[in-house]
């Protein structure tokens, strides 16, 4: 089992910046990992996915160019850097964990993952 535990999360007004972690524990080993989020009434949406080892990434269209995923492997922890935020951005967001080997394309899909964590609120003000 892998246990996911994400923070950082906060209330923040648009144009800010935020960054969220999430740290791994028990068996850690995993080959890819993402961020998705969930906005209120609306389905869980991916973020960005980063491939273990090697850190290959892939973002969603909506976050790319201010978004950053990142991993510490010593630290069993991935990062999401959000830069220039805005209010459409306000979700929970969730990290991920997958086990699988396939390609970085497969891991934007909730399917993919094996393990999640129990999200962290985000929220932008206008």
């Known amino acids: 089992q892998v246990q996911l535990v994400e923070s950082g999360g906060g209330l923040v007004q648009a144009g800010d910046s935020l960054r969220l972690s999430c740290t791994a524990s028990?068996?850690?080993?995993?080959?890819?990992m993402g961020w998705f989020r969930r906005a209120p009434g609306k389905e869980r949406e991916f973020v960005a996915a980063?491939?273990?080892?090697?850190?290959?990434?892939t973002y969603a269209d909506s976050v790319l160019g201010r978004f950053t995923i990142s991993r510490v492997s010593a630290k069993n922890t991935m990062y999401l850097q959000m830069n220039s935020l805005k209010p459409e951005d306000t979700a929970v967001y969730y990290c991920?964990?997958?086990?699988?080997?396939?390609?970085?394309?497969?891991?934007?899909?909730?399917?993919?993952?094996?393990?999640w964590g129990q999200g962290t609120q985000v929220t932008v003000s206008s």
């Open positions: 028990g068996r850690t080993f995993s080959t890819y």
């Open positions: 991920a964990a997958a086990r699988t080997g396939y390609s970085l394309s497969y891991y934007v899909t909730p399917n993919a993952y094996d393990y």
């Open positions: 980063i491939r273990w080892s090697g850190g290959s990434t």
